[in-house]
């Protein structure tokens, strides 16, 4: 619960019950991301997991509708139905697409979203035609030690360098063709997941299918509990994050608020961890909400979950994209840290299960600001941020 010592016991007088520490079952959280890592799903190739996910909210009871492209809007109806809330993952992945098909039988790719041919070679995976699934790997255009020596070591990184091997009898252009191989066909990378008994999870694509995992997992423990939410709350899917779009045509103008899911990078620079939660104070496009963000941070100092703070300079989420499209929302982002982010990623489950808390927390916690009930209101009720001098400690 957000506020201060005063402002909580005031809320207790008033008979607002604090919500337990929400028991997360990891079990569930761990098997779904097991399934999920399983289904390919590159931005624009999203429908099969979109299918799964709905059918996962109808087994836990939580009605949903889908937009036309299948971003999924899932609602837990609270005590009050404005200002309500919203809390974001997305689906869709890195990938690839066929640029062309080449005299050697190979296929020339470009990358979906952005991510480094450096983590692309050597990775195998799935091309979808029109007609069926191949499988290949992805190489750079100089392949043999024992044919270009040296040369495989000094060969630039670059899309333009890498090519398709199919597993497939194709030695020219002809025999792609015949094999029913086309421009713009969709390059699904394997995930390749490990789950280690020590609690390490190495998978590409953890980004976002944990955080969509850490999302379903915080809404079942809600559920499990039978607690009712002061006020509603959706529950948000989107299918194109990684191209940037996100989040900007599956809200609607009653949510004031929403926070999105995604992962933190630990790295050289940067503060986030593999373990607790990372809330992002600003990404590339700007500072997230003052107000949202700190009811976060509080809720982490309030229920001891370990957490940090961070900011990502080379980084853009469903946020962004939702405040883009011009919707008027408090907007806040908290992670799971992911090392090597677009690359061979590894995170923990510590991180996920203290996310997981957090978000059900969030869910549970009271509206940020009463006022937000307005989508224009008078200057009455408007917050205020701080502005005197700190104590002398």
Not at 293 to 310: E, G, M, P, V
């Amino acid at each position: 619960m957000q506020g201060s010592t005063s402002e909580k016991r005031a809320a207790a007088e008033e008979g607002f019950v604090a919500p337990a520490r929400p028991a997360i079952d990891m079990d569930y959280v761990l098997d779904l991301l097991e399934k999920l890592l399983k289904i390919p799903s590159p931005t624009g190739y999203t429908d099969e997991i979109v299918h799964f996910c709905g059918r996962e909210l109808k087994r836990l009871g939580i009605p949903f509708e889908l937009t036309r492209r299948g971003a999924i809007r899932a609602d837990i109806k609270g005590r009050l139905n404005s200002p309500d809330r919203a809390i974001v993952a997305h689906v869709d992945t890195l990938g690839a697409q066929v640029k062309g098909l080449k005299p050697n039988g190979r296929l020339e790719v470009v990358a979906i979203g952005t991510w480094s041919a450096r983590f692309a070679e050597g990775a195998r995976c799935t091309i979808f035609t029109d007609h069926g699934s191949y499988r290949g790997t992805i190489l750079p255009l100089k392949a043999s030690g024992h044919t270009f020596n040296e040369e495989i070591d000094t060969q630039p990184v670059a899309w333009t360098n890498l090519e398709v091997r199919v597993d497939a009898v194709c030695s020219n252009t002809a025999d792609l063709i015949r094999h029913g191989f086309n421009v713009g066909d969709f390059v699904a990378i394997d995930p390749v997941p490990e789950f280690q008994p020590d609690g390490f999870i190495n998978s590409r694509h953890l980004d976002d299918k944990a955080g969509v995992a850490v999302l379903f997992g915080a809404a079942k423990a809600v559920l499990d509990a039978g607690v009712t939410l002061p006020v509603d709350c959706h529950l948000l899917l989107t299918i194109s994050e990684e191209v940037g779009s996100g989040a900007s045509s599956v809200l609607h103008g009653d949510v004031a608020e929403m926070v999105s899911i995604d992962n933190a990078t630990p790295a050289p620079g940067q503060n986030s961890r593999e373990s607790g939660v990372t809330v992002a104070m600003a990404d590339s496009t700007g500072p997230f909400d003052y107000h949202l963000t700190h009811k976060l941070l509080d809720l982490c100092s309030d229920y001891d979950i370990r957490h940090q703070r961070d900011i990502f300079r080379y980084y853009r989420c469903d946020s962004a994209a939702a405040i883009e499209a011009g919707n008027d929302i408090r907007t806040a982002l908290v992670c799971f840290g992911v090392d090597s982010s677009h690359g061979y990623e590894r995170t923990h489950v510590h991180a996920l299960r203290s996310l997981a808390e957090l978000v059900a927390l969030y869910m549970q916690s009271d509206v940020t600001i009463e006022r937000d009930r307005h989508v224009m209101g008078p200057l009455t009720g408007f917050p205020h941020q701080k502005t005197e001098p700190a104590e002398t400690v």
